[in-house]
């Protein structure tokens, strides 16, 4: 028989039951009195809590064990998880009694579906680094945007809506007498520059205030269908079902509409050519083209800017001898050079195509040649063009044109029978021309504003919160416009949710310019093209934004922050 040993215990065979066991004497005994009041966690851990970010326990101590005299001081359980506590969530952020917080941005909507969308799309991509913010939350000292200017990029995207909101009533919007909006119509015919100070007392009060505002909601459009939405196009076809299109089935009212078109469309060309117009759009069904004047966004020349593309249309802009590049197609570690109909580059197509025939002869020599099915020429081109049918329809496919190559590619347009749909809703109906001013068969359109008015927690109760909500096809002009004129009636203190058409943000790329015009000749020239100085200056700016667009906006003490 086995000496017993000292210090040996049988159970130790078997843990597990040893723990139970220690478990069922804690849970009868209940805590100890020591352990009942949870003191309260430090303001850093506190926060780090809140986003669930795992923290290694705090060591143990006299002070947080609450032992008296010569008791042992209880250490914490290291394999406690501190996830399991209860959420802070409803605790106040660092030293800020509870109750006091103030409540997030309002994002206000009639039908909240954009609103919606953009704050999942929003809390997805943020980090543990960035608390969740609302899109039209103010910023705080710890969470500045990566940008602050006194005046903002230029944006060439087309925004469907923007949603400012300020500590300041945006009343003065509301409501226009007769004799404002009819000064505001006539101060955008006849481009009259409007100068306002730095901070207007009382903005309700402020006609020129009014006016101007009247001004910079004006935008002209071709063709004009009161019963259509013809912005956007692209994906449009949900909002078009059921209405009425007499022009579906009538070749000769599908003729007339198609001549005014190309007559509207020679006549924005002419103007832009002339710099009595700054810029303009196409808009299809399958993409967008932007024209720019000479001068603006760092170009010496007219361009144009179409996105997004397929393979097909590019193939017929090449046979029609239309030069044009894709900037954002790398090959080889260098920018795809300007694709066209030289002679160079059917020598070298030529002479693929006998590598490619030349590169079976080996089958011959082995005479293996019926055997093994030889690939026929087409199935070779598919192949060998992959890469550019995978790009089609994304935002890598945009185009960009210059020069005199603009006025084949006006021609081509004019010309295209796939510019317009022929089955489905849009079938029959030209693109959309849009523009900042008048032109051959434009009907003038006005952006939809409205001002609301809500309540929201705050220190004590509640306070107001003012809202402006402006609809439409913004372009870049209007933004900055009506920017201006919030800077003055909100005394320099205000935030935007901006809204783009998506398959407009492309536009913001930077694009090769072989020579940036002087700043002063393009403000001589383009003196009347019909915008502000100050606008102008803005689009003769070289984009900075990339593939994005703004989306948020903020103007404090007059100074812009913006996130993209």
């Known amino acids: 028989m086995a000496l017993p040993?000292?210090?040996?215990?049988?159970?130790?065979?078997k843990p597990p039951e040893t723990l139970r066991l220690r478990r069922k004497r804690a849970r009868?005994?209940?805590?100890?009195?020591?352990?009942?009041?949870?003191?309260?966690?430090?303001?850093?851990?506190?926060?780090?809590?809140?986003?669930?970010?795992?923290?290694?326990?705090?060591?143990?101590?006299?002070?947080?064990?609450?032992?008296?005299?010569?008791?042992?001081?209880?250490?914490r359980n290291p394999f406690a998880r501190l996830d399991n506590r209860p959420r802070v969530a409803a605790e106040p952020p660092d030293g800020l009694p509870r109750g006091q917080q103030e409540a997030p941005g309002l994002c206000l909507d009639s039908s909240q579906e954009n609103d919606l969308l953009w704050e999942e799309t929003f809390l997805e991509r943020t980090t543990v680094t960035e608390p969740p913010q609302t899109p039209h939350a103010s910023f705080?000292?710890?969470?500045?945007?990566?940008?602050?200017?006194?005046?903002?990029?230029?944006?060439?995207?087309?925004?469907?809506?923007?949603?400012?909101?300020?500590?300041q009533p945006f009343t003065w919007a509301d409501h226009l007498k007769a004799q404002e909006e009819a000064q505001g119509l006539v101060q955008h015919c006849r481009a009259?520059?409007?100068?306002?100070?730095?901070?207007?007392?009382?903005?309700?009060?402020?006609?020129?205030?009014?006016?101007?505002?009247?001004?910079?909601?004006?935008?002209?459009?071709?063709?004009?269908l009161s019963?259509?939405?013809?912005?956007?196009?692209?994906?449009?076809?949900?909002?078009?079902?059921?209405?009425?299109?007499?022009?579906?089935?009538?070749?000769?009212?599908?003729?007339?509409?198609?001549?005014?078109?190309?007559?509207?469309f020679t006549s924005l060309y002419n103007l832009l050519k002339t710099k009595?117009?700054?810029?303009?759009?196409?808009?299809?069904?399958?993409?967008t083209v932007l024209f720019r004047a000479a001068g603006l966004a760092g170009n010496d020349v007219v361009t144009a800017v179409i996105s997004?593309?397929?393979?097909?249309?590019?193939?017929?802009?090449?046979?029609?001898?239309?030069?044009?590049?894709?900037?954002?197609?790398?090959?080889?570690?260098?920018?795809?050079?300007?694709?066209?109909?030289?002679?160079?580059?059917?020598?070298?197509?030529?002479?693929?195509?006998?590598?490619?025939?030349?590169?079976?002869?080996?089958?011959?020599?082995?005479?293996?040649?019926?055997?093994?099915?030889?690939?026929?020429?087409?199935?070779?081109?598919?192949?060998?063009?992959?890469?550019?049918?995978?790009?089609?329809?994304?935002?890598?496919?945009?185009?960009f044109i210059k020069g005199i190559n603009t006025f084949t590619l006006l021609n081509f347009l004019i010309n295209c029978k796939s510019l317009v749909a022929t089955s489905g809703p849009q079938a029959g109906l030209p693109p959309t021309l849009l523009s900042p001013i008048a032109f051959r068969g434009a009907t003038m359109q006005m952006l939809k504003a409205r001002s609301i008015n809500v309540k929201t927690q705050a220190f004590s109760g509640y306070r107001d919160q003012f809202s402006l909500e402006i609809t439409g096809p913004i372009m870049p002009h209007s933004l900055h416009s009506?920017?201006?004129?919030?800077?003055?009636?909100?005394?320099?203190?205000?935030?935007?949710?901006?809204?783009?058409?998506?398959?407009?943000?492309?536009?913001?790329?930077?694009?090769?310019?072989?020579?940036?015009?002087?700043?002063e000749v393009v403000h001589k020239e383009l003196a009347n093209c019909g915008l502000h100085p100050k606008t102008l200056e803005q689009l003769s700016q070289i984009p900075l934004l990339g593939k994005s667009s703004l989306r948020n906006v903020e103007m404090s003490d007059y100074i812009y922050y913006w996130r993209s």
């Open 482 to 519: 009506v920017t201006m004129l919030l800077r003055s009636s909100q005394s320099g203190s205000f935030s935007a949710g901006l809204y783009p058409h998506e398959p407009t943000a492309i536009f913001n790329i930077c694009l090769p310019v072989d020579k940036v015009p002087d700043k």
């Open 28 to 75: 009868s005994r209940g805590p100890p009195p020591s352990l009942t009041p949870e003191l309260p966690q430090p303001a850093p851990r506190r926060s780090a809590l809140a986003v669930g970010v795992p923290l290694r326990p705090f060591p143990a101590s006299a002070g947080r064990g609450g032992s008296d005299g010569g008791s042992a001081a209880i250490r």
């Open 308 to 399: 997004p593309t397929t393979r097909g249309l590019r193939e017929a802009m090449k046979n029609e001898g239309i030069e044009f590049s894709l900037p954002l197609i790398k090959e080889n570690g260098h920018k795809k050079k300007t694709v066209g109909t030289s002679m160079e580059h059917r020598e070298e197509q030529a002479i693929s195509d006998e590598d490619e025939e030349e590169s079976f002869s080996w089958l011959e020599e082995m005479g293996v040649q019926d055997k093994i099915k030889k690939p026929d020429i087409h199935s070779i081109k598919l192949c060998k063009e992959k890469h550019e049918v995978q790009m089609d329809h994304r935002p890598e496919s945009v185009v």
């Open 5 to 13: 040993v000292p210090g040996y215990s049988p159970s130790f065979k």
């Open 227 to 264: 019963w259509l939405p013809l912005f956007p196009r692209i994906g449009a076809d949900r909002k078009m079902v059921g209405k009425t299109s007499p022009w579906a089935y009538d070749e000769t009212m599908q003729h007339g509409l198609m001549s005014d078109w190309s007559v509207s």
């Open 140 to 167: 705080s000292e710890s969470d500045i945007p990566p940008s602050e200017s006194t005046e903002l990029p230029v944006d060439w995207s087309i925004k469907t809506r923007l949603l400012f909101t300020s500590s």
């Open 192 to 224: 009259t520059e409007v100068t306002l100070p730095q901070s207007i007392q009382d903005p309700k009060l402020s006609t020129e205030l009014r006016c101007a505002f009247q001004q910079s909601l004006i935008y002209w459009l071709h063709p004009a």
């Open 276 to 287: 009595l117009c700054p810029y303009f759009y196409v808009c299809t069904y399958q993409f």
